[in-house]
């Protein structure tokens, strides 16, 4: 049986190892197998269920859990790739044709990216050294299972396709623009093609720059051509030229020469390299850089050896251009009477002239040809001497002559030929005068010149000097008008007076002042209007018109000072005029005489007008308004500025007041009042206009006789006012007598209140004041700790009664608008409850000792219903805030004793509250004494004598067997002290009652040890009643025993510790007088 039992078992295991071996999960795997993929691929899912065949089973896939596909019985199925939505978990479910089992595969993740992909293509380099080859790489960023297609093209030929290069790098040799593109998948992915990269291939032959012309130093504005040169092999090649320099490149061109005007900006390098005609991806290298640098244009330099042709000779000029090669040179001459003309055939650098005149240069060269500037002037002069004339002095004195010198300077043999000329007469040659000096009386202009050889060599002829002929005629400078001060801006006449003999003259005139000096002239006076450059002296002389080189002498100068346009002063004895009178103005101009004067008067209401018939100094008006005047004098009239107004104003006899609305004696900061100024009129009525005097700046006349403003700490002083008739703007009154305005602070009310506690059923007055202050009405509030401030309503009178607990404060209100002073303080009133309450002790012992414990208990004696309160103690200490609870316990101390009382109030109305409790005095009592027994004496007295007597047996026994003695008389002692104070404690326990504790000592001298005399033995009793009633045990009486060897001698009457102090307890049970 157990055989065929484990035949069994094992025939089990073996199915069930069988069964699980063909029982494997399936497998989902897919094509191509990426990390991401793009939109517009396609992935092949497989599914194997590695189970059975094939054809077993049917297909179906799964994504992120929810079906994509239906059940098929192709285990392939292709997925083409839409949006990123295609992203997600995907898993293969197979279901058994046979039994419809299901088998789930494993999950593949597919990522799709949202961009669509581009290749990138790098290059190490993008030009082909000679020989050499460069490598393109292409690549698809952040994926993988790319393959490459490569293309080339060029600017002649269409893009074609690269063969046989499908990988990531390849190298080329050939020049032209590459690009490639990513592939994959089935069917073929592609990626967009990457931006183009032009790969060129470099040639071996060197280029170089030349310049046309060669010259070493370019200027601006001249014409170069610079050649592009290539040194070929043995075969002649056609090139195209590309250029590089300060300007944008040049294009690729056939031409290998550029020529250009040179400008500023042509200066810096320029290279040149040149491709194969029929290769354009070939090039040589560029050419070294080839450097020009343009110049400013140049000016010629014309030097010349001397600049004075001797007689008979010539001199050499040079013409050249600092630092360059390559010039001819222009020449040119000109004089003072002829233009300038090119000298002909003369090209070079040096040239010889014996001609006087003003000669230049420049500078040729190049095709087209440039030009430098022209060279600075330079002057040749043929060498002829000058004369010189000099004359001892050019003023002929009345009849008298001159001595004039004619020489030449530094030669000899010369003979001189003299001239005179004068305004009016041509230049004529004085006859008969060869001489070198000659005396002449005559006035005019004169000149020589020196003669000598044969023929006759003739100098220059001097420079001309003018000799003039003094008449004896005075001249003087008046002026008119004759006034000793001018003004800028007045017109006045300087005249030159002659003072002629018997005969009469007709003169010129000169003049010489601040200005220029006038021309001569027929008129013998000059007008002018004077300004500050008129200041100054003045003079002139004459002359007869028939001799313009005979003149008197100048006249004495004539010091004219011009001072600044003057103002008017107008002056008014009072500006006020009174009633029925007049007042008196005057205008005049200081310091100075001949005017006359105009009047003005004005009006707010009409314009300014002149005043008629009145032109005196001093007038008289009885008319207010605004007056002014200015000054005239002279012909043209001359005007000073006028005066500054001058306002008169007529008084009338109204008498006017200033008073105040609302009338009150105190006015504080922040009330807004309003002042009337009020006419006393008579018989008649006048619209009136007013204007204010105050702290601030004085007002306007207005029509409004009253001002409101608001009152602030400025607003404090003296008001006035004034008025006037509203058809005379210059009548008014005299000002009002001074209004005191004074700003007090802004008040606060003050709330008291007879009484704070309400009685019960009753009410209590609060009053509401401002401080000597009137015209208020008040305002009431009320609050309570649990609600928020309320006005009390139809209350504006100062007293208000109450009957309700709570926060009252108030404010006072006056004015329109409305003025409100500060709050009052707050005043609490409370409201009393009928409730007795009392004051109780637990426990109520009648009398209390320190350090004991009790509770004070706050009773409410409360009606029919019952209520929630609060509770709040007054005692010797600091009374206590509002509690629930209604008891305070302490423990108490001699600082206890005292009255303590307690009331108490609702909880829901903390402003209602009892009277206080009738007081409830503590006394506090020190602890008691033990009291006398003689029972007790007796007991101690016997307890003690016993003790003795023991002492002295073991003292004896000791003296006998001093060794035994001394091991065993501690254990006797102490059971003999304890049996006789037990027996002793027994009796005391029902023979007396203590009312504390107490101790009994009682000394004990053993006069059998003598070498100890003098020991005191000390017994203490003490009854213990610590114990309370709720311990029901019997208190405990304890006896201590102490021994003590003591040495009187040394320390008589004081007991002092002994080398061996004992102590013996005994324990007494004791009854209590409380039990």
Not at 154 to 165: A, E, F, G
């Amino acid at each position: 049986m157990g055989a065929t039992l484990l035949c069994e078992l094992g025939l089990f295991l073996l199915c069930t190892l069988l069964c699980t071996g063909h029982a494997q999960d399936a497998v989902l795997t897919i094509e191509p197998k990426l990390s991401s993929y793009f939109i517009g691929e396609f992935v092949t899912f497989k599914c194997d269920m590695n189970e059975g065949e094939d054809t077993d089973w049917y297909y179906a896939i799964n994504k992120d859990g929810q079906e994509v596909s239906s059940y098929r019985t192709n285990k392939d199925s292709k997925l083409e790739i839409t949006s990123t939505r295609d992203s997600g978990e995907y898993q293969c479910i197979g279901d058994r044709k046979s039994s419809h089992d299901k088998k789930n595969s494993n999950t593949v993740s597919i990522t799709v990216l949202a961009y669509y992909p581009r290749a990138t293509l790098t290059a190490g380099t993008t030009i082909i050294p000679v020989g050499g080859s460069v490598t393109l790489t292409c690549s698809v960023q952040s994926s993988d299972g790319w393959k490459y297609e490569w293309f080339r093209r060029t600017q002649r030929i269409s893009i074609v396709k690269i063969r046989d290069q499908q990988n990531r790098d390849i190298r080329i040799s050939q020049g032209g623009i590459y690009s490639c593109r990513g592939a994959r998948g089935n069917p073929v992915y592609y990626t967009d093609i990457n931006d183009d990269v032009t790969i060129e291939i470099t040639f071996s032959n060197k280029v170089v720059v030349k310049q046309q012309a060669n010259w070493p130093q370019i200027f601006r504005g001249e014409t170069i051509t610079l050649t592009c040169e290539v040194q070929e092999g043995g075969e002649t090649t056609e090139w195209e030229y590309e250029w590089r320099g300060p300007r944008t490149p040049t294009q690729w061109t056939h031409n290998n020469d550029v020529t250009f005007r040179v400008s500023e900006s042509s200066s810096g390098d320029y290279m040149c390299k040149s491709r194969r005609r029929d290769d354009s991806y070939s090039s040589t290298e560029w050419s070294e850089a080839f450097t020009l640098s343009a110049s400013n244009k140049p000016r010629a330099t014309l030097t010349a050896g001397t600049t004075i042709i001797p007689v008979g000779g010539s001199v050499t000029l040079t013409c050249s251009v600092q630092s360059s090669d390559g010039w001819k040179y222009e020449w040119f001459r000109r004089t003072q009477r002829t233009y300038e003309g090119k000298i002909r055939d003369q090209q070079n650098r040096d040239i010889r002239v014996s001609e006087g005149g003003i000669y230049s240069c420049r500078g040729t060269r190049g095709n087209p040809v440039y030009y430098t500037y022209d060279s600075y002037d330079v002057t040749i002069e043929t060498y002829i001497p000058r004369a010189t004339l000099t004359a001892g002095t050019t003023i002929i004195p009345v009849g008298g002559s001159v001595t004039l010198t004619c020489s030449v300077q530094s030669s000899d043999g010369w003979k001189y030929e003299w001239f005179r000329r004068t305004q009016t007469t041509s230049e004529v040659q004085i006859r008969d005068q060869q001489n070198r000096d000659i005396r002449v009386s005559q006035g005019g202009i004169y000149s020589c010149r020196g003669t000598r050889g044969n023929p006759v060599y003739y100098t220059y002829i001097s420079d001309d000097v003018t000799i003039e002929k003094t008449i004896s005629n005075k001249v003087v400078v008046k002026q008119q008008p004759n006034w000793p001060q001018i003004f800028r801006g007045e017109t006045i006449t300087l005249t030159c007076e002659v003072q002629e003999g018997g005969e009469t003259t007709e003169w010129w005139y000169e003049w010489r002042g601040p200005r220029t000096p006038t021309q001569w002239t027929h008129n013998n006076d000059v007008t002018f209007r004077v300004s500050e450059s008129s200041s100054g002296d003045y003079m002139c002389k004459s002359r007869r018109r028939d001799d313009s080189y005979s003149s008197t002498e100048w006249s004495e100068a004539f010091t004219l000072s011009a001072s600044n346009k003057p103002r008017a002063t107008l002056t008014a004895g009072t500006t006020i005029i009174p009633v029925g009178g007049s007042v008196t103005l005057t205008c005049s101009v200081q310091s100075s005489d001949g005017w006359k004067y105009e009047w003005f008067r004005r009006t707010q209401t009409t314009y300014e007008g002149k005043i008629r018939d009145q032109q005196n100094r001093d007038i008289r008006v009885s008319e207010g308004g605004i007056y002014r005047c200015r000054g005239t004098r002279g012909n043209p009239v001359y005007y000073t500025d006028r005066s500054d107004d001058v306002t008169i104003e007529i008084t009338f006899s109204n008498k006017v007041v200033v008073k105040q609305q609302p009338n009150w004696p105190q006015i504080f900061r922040g009330e807004t009042i309003t002042l009337t100024c009020e006419v006393q009129e008579g018989g008649e009525t006048t619209e009136w206009e007013y204007e204010w005097r105050g702290p601030s700046t004085p007002t306007q006349w207005t029509h409004n006789n009253d001002v409101t403003f608001r009152v602030s700490e400025s607003s404090s002083g003296d008001y006035m006012c004034k008025s006037r008739r509203r058809d005379d703007s210059y009548s008014s009154t005299e000002w009002s007598e001074a209004f005191t305005l004074s700003a007090s602070n802004r008040p606060w009310a003050t709330l008291t209140a007879g009484t704070t506690i309400i009685p019960v059923g009753g009410s209590v007055t609060l009053t509401c004041s401002v401080q000597s202050s009137d015209g208020w009405k008040y305002e009431w509030f009320r609050r309570t700790q649990t609600t928020s401030e309320v006005q009390i309503r139809d209350q504006q009178n100062r007293d208000i009664r109450v009957s309700q607990g709570g926060i009252y404060s108030c404010r006072g209100t006056r004015g329109n608008p409305v003025y409100y002073t500060d709050r009052s303080d707050d005043a609490i009133i409370e409201i009393t409850f009928s409730n007795k309450v009392v004051v109780k002790q637990q426990p109520n012992w009648p009398q209390i000792f320190r350090g004991e414990t009790i509770t004070l208990t706050c009773e409410v004696q409360e009606g029919g219903e019952t209520t929630e309160w609060e509770y709040e103690w007054r005692g010797p200490s600091t009374p206590t805030q509002w509690t629930h609870n209604n008891d305070v316990a302490f423990n108490v101390s001699e600082s206890s004793s005292g009255d303590y009382m307690c009331k108490s109030r609702r909880r829901d109305d903390s402003y209602s509250s009892t009277e206080w409790s009738e007081a409830f005095t503590l006394s506090v009592s020190t602890a008691p004494e033990p009291e006398s027994s003689s029972f007790l004496t007796l007991l101690i007295v016997g307890l003690v004598c016993g003790i003795l007597l023991i002492l002295l047996l073991l003292l004896l026994c000791r003296f006998k067997k001093d060794s035994f003695f001394t091991r065993t008389r501690s254990t006797n002692q102490s059971s003999a002290m304890n049996h006789v104070i037990k027996d002793e404690a027994q009796h005391s326990r029902h023979a007396s009652t203590l009312q504390g504790d107490a101790c009994v000592y009682e000394s004990i001298k053993d006069h059998g040890d003598t070498q100890n005399d003098g020991s005191v033995l000390y017994a203490q009793v003490s009854h213990d009643r610590a114990k309370t009633k709720k311990d029901n045990d019997d208190s405990l009486l304890y006896a201590q025993v102490n021994y003590n060897n003591v040495k009187p001698k040394r320390h008589k009457g004081k007991p002092a510790p002994a080398a061996a102090d004992e102590t013996v307890y005994s324990e007494v049970k004791s009854q209590t007088a409380l039990d």
